[in-house]
Every structure is written in structure tokens, then in C-alpha cells.
């Protein structure tokens, strides 16, 4: 049996109150892709971290192509070893053309001592590397131009042009369409044939399933199990993850149709959104679907009037309501999630108890002062009702977990007198337990007679919790669904414009 590309000894990582990694041993055979799986705060993000230089182990071994390593720079693991990691926040600059991204930092000089750069010949190169991986993308093209799809293709070419040996891909497709989708999976096919070993981080199992030679699991520091993923099925992982059976997928609790808690009439932008009309209930989940681009945020962001309108009318409760500004909307019970969690719904360089209250901060102020203790019993109040996991209230937001960070924002929001909740992929990029949580405070909010409205990427998410859901095509809506009407197949078939039921 030939030696394993990397080897993985005892290694153990701790952090102030936690050990991240505890004993963990794998190995990673060349040309192989090996999915690392597990729960937000497994430890996936330390070992990778270990992997690419930004912390190094307190104990154990790390063997690399036959070669122990007794420390490691981030610079080092892509220059000298051909260890590249793409994160699911990609590293571009969108004011730079695609080639000048590819070689930033490593530019291809016509003249070394007057640092003249030759860019024919980084056009060229470019151009080459792209055609190897069989993307039609214009070296010349800015990224900011380039859909999320071909900027992933980007961050590929780059890291073929620093000569990757070890491509480690975090959470590739969070924000990948179908097809998107299949093209970077034909991209790493091609890659690993090359004798590329990859690394891939998902928490979508049916791709794991799909992509994966073997996949190893990490829960709390240990590992589980590394096996094949031939053979394996979703409910194998999702046992391994959380150590248990995890049930029903998607929780869902009988409701009762409530009073219409917002109604929205005529809604169109300059932009993308045309004539859309819709209602949501006090005391259901109204599941809005759509693919890449049919303009399910930019409705969310045109309702709390974080973008502006060109036409349509608002109404909360049944009466007609302005609203021009999130602060509006906000008066009048509507709160929106956003799908960015670490770019727009979170102070991550803030603490819990900040994130917690941030969204109602009056509510805590005496004549000019903020009085803190009411303010931590209500930060408290938050992380004991929802669960989150954080050493204290003073913890820093960006140290929790990615499920965590997801129910800090849905505290804050909570903490507010909102009563109309707008869900923006609430579960994108957490893990199956996590999801499990998200959908019972869900379940919890109508319960209480909130009405809640779910936009989501995933069809058997918008399934399995919606009691209605429509269905957006190119800024248009083409469709309206019972829960009982409602499959997979019409949902498709109405995102992809090819029929029309709306109502």
C-alpha cells in the first residue's frame, strides 16, 4: 500500500476555554478527494488553519509528501509546499481584471530591475490556464463583471498557476446554482485525474456523496470515522456528525392560518423586480424559491427598503404602510436576516452581549446612560433561549461557530418587537444539527403567531418547512403553491420560467 500524500498524527490544538482538535490522526492519499465533514466547531476550521499555516499544532506530527513538518507559514504552504485553500469568501479584488488577479503578487515582470510587468505574458498564461480547465472567461474580464460561479473558476485558475499539490475547497458551492455546481465538480474531477489531491468541506451531503472518494468526520475536536463515501448514505453522516439519529429532517409543526400579517402589492425596482404581489399569514411559513438571480433578496431588500422601490404598495396588518429605510421597517415589525450573516448581520469584531441587543439598543438606555445589566440579562436571556454555544457574553462574535454566529442573528432580532420575519437562506452554511435548531425556532415564532417568510436555495428546505411558497423567475413571480401542490418538479419548472401559476 503506497504512502498516504498527507499524514495527520495525534495532533491536538487548543484555544483559551476549548480544545479545537484533540488526537486527531488521517490520512489523505495523492489525487484523492476527501471530504472533511462535521458540525460548526468540529474543529474542520483549525485543522485547515493547521494545514495552510495560520495556527500551528501543540502536539502531534504532520507528514507532507514523505516530509515531516515541524512548522509552517501561510506563505510557505502555497509557495514552497502548493498548499492553496479558496474559501467560500473568495479572496478576489473585483476591481482587477481576471488575469491580474491570478498573478497579483506574482507578477510576470518584462523588465526585473525597472519592475516593468510583462502583460502579454500574463495574459497569456491566463488564457492557457483557463483553457485547461475549460472555462470561456476573458482574462481581461473584471471579476467584479463574473458571477459567483466564475469567480469560484477564478480562484481555481489561480491556485493552478501557483502549481496547487493540495487544494483545499471550504464550502465551494454555498453559493454555486445547479449547474455552477457541475461545472466545478468537472473542474476537480479534472483536477484530481491531474493527480491534484482536494480537500472539500460541504455541508451538503448529497455532494459529498456525489464528489468524494472518503470522508472523514470530526465531532467536538475527535475524529469519528474516516471511510469510503461509496456505500454511504445522507443518514450515515448525519449520525456520525452528531452522534445520534437525528430524526426528521425538516420539523415541521401543524399550523393554523392566521390574519394576513403583510401583504405586498405591484412591487417592482428599476432594476431586476416587476409587478410582484403576495401575502404572508400570521401563524405560517411562506417559502419563497427561485434560482441564482431570480431576485429573492433583492424582494426582501426592496420590502425593508434597503433598496428603493420604482412602484408597488406595502401593507402590515392591512393597513398601507411607507417604508424607505430597514429603520421603517423595523418600526412596523418587519426584520429582515440577511443571507450575508458575516458581512451584514453581524458585528464580528464585537461581543455576543453587543450583537444581542444591538438591533434594540434604546430599549436598555436610562436618561443617557445604557444600563449594562439590563442589558446582559437580556443578552443572557437570548443565548439561553436559543441555545447558543459561547464561553461568555463577552466572547467575540467571529470566535463562534457558523450555527452559532446564525443564532446570535436571529437573537437580535428577536430582542426587537418585530413580528414579521424575513428569512434570507437561514441555513446556508451550517451544519444538519444547527439546521434542525433553526427550523424549531422557526416552528417556535409561528407558534406565536409571527408570520415567517423563508427564502431558500435548497427544495427540500423550502418543502419541508413552507406551508406556502412562491416562486420567483427573472425578477418575476410565476407561481404560488399550497404546501399540499407544491413539489419539486413544478417548483423547477415555475423557477425556470416554464409555467405560470401564479395567483
Known sequence: MSTPFLQLRNISKAFPGVQALDNVSIDINKGEIHALLGENGAGKSTLIKLLTGVH????????????????????????????????????????LDVAENIFLGREVLANERFRIIDRKEIVRRTTEILETLGQNISPTALVGTLGVGKQ????????????????????????????????????????????????????????????????????????????????????????????????????????????????????STASLLSDISFSAYRGQVLGVAGLVGAGRTELARAIIGADP??????????????????????????????????????????????????????????????????QKDAAAEVVRQLGIKTPGLNTMTLQLSGGNQ??????????????????????????????????????QLIADGAAVIMISSELPEILGMSDRIIVLSEGRLTAEFSREEATQEKIMAAATGGINHAS
Open 56 to 95: 500551528h499544532w501543540d502536539s502531534g506530527t504532520v507528514t507532507y509528501d514523505g516530509k515531516e513538518l515541524t512548522s509552517i507559514t501561510p506563505s510557505q504552504a502555497i509557495r514552497e509546499y502548493g498548499i492553496v485553500p479558496i474559501y467560500q469568501e473568495l479572496n478576489l479584488i473585483p476591481e
Open 406 to 443: 446564525q443564532k446570535v442573528v436571529i437573537g437580535k432580532w428577536l430582542n426587537t418587537d418585530a413580528d414579521i420575519f424575513i428569512f434570507d437562506e437561514p441555513t446556508r452554511g451550517i451544519d444538519v444539527g444547527a439546521k434542525v435548531e433553526v427550523y424549531n425556532i422557526i416552528n
Open 152 to 267: 469560484q473558476m477564478v480562484e481555481v485558475a489561480k491556485a493552478l498557476s501557483i502549481e496547487a499539490r493540495l487544494l483545499i475547497l471550504d464550502e465551494p458551492t454555498a453559493s454555486l446554482g445547479e449547474d455552477e455546481t457541475e461545472d466545478l465538480f468537472r473542474v476537480m474531477r479534472q483536477l484530481k485525474d491531474q493527480g491534484v489531491t482536494i480537500i472539500f468541506i460541504s455541508h451538503k451531503l448529497d455532494e459529498v456523496l456525489e464528489i468524494s472518494d472518503r470522508f472523514t468526520v470530526l465531532r467536538d475536536g475527535k475524529k469519528i470515522v474516516t471511510t469510503e463515501a461509496e456505500g454511504a448514505s445522507k443518514e450515515d453522516i448525519i449520525s456520525y456528525m452528531v452522534g445520534r439519529k437525528l430524526g426528521d429532517q425538516y420539523p415541521k409543526m401543524a399550523t393554523t392560518q392566521g390574519d394576513v400579517a403583510l401583504e405586498v402589492r405591484g412591487l
Open 309 to 374: 422601490r420604482s412602484s408597488g404598495r406595502i401593507f402590515v396588518n392591512g393597513a398601507e404602510v411607507q417604508i424607505n429605510s430597514p429603520k421603517d421597517a423595523l418600526k412596523h415589525g418587519i426584520a429582515l436576516l440577511t443571507e450575508d450573516r458575516k458581512g451584514q448581520g453581524l458585528f464580528l469584531g464585537n461581543t455576543v452581549l453587543f450583537n444581542a441587543t444591538v438591533a434594540n439598543l434604546k430599549r436598555y438606555v436610562r436618561r443617557i446612560l445604557i444600563d449594562v445589566n439590563r
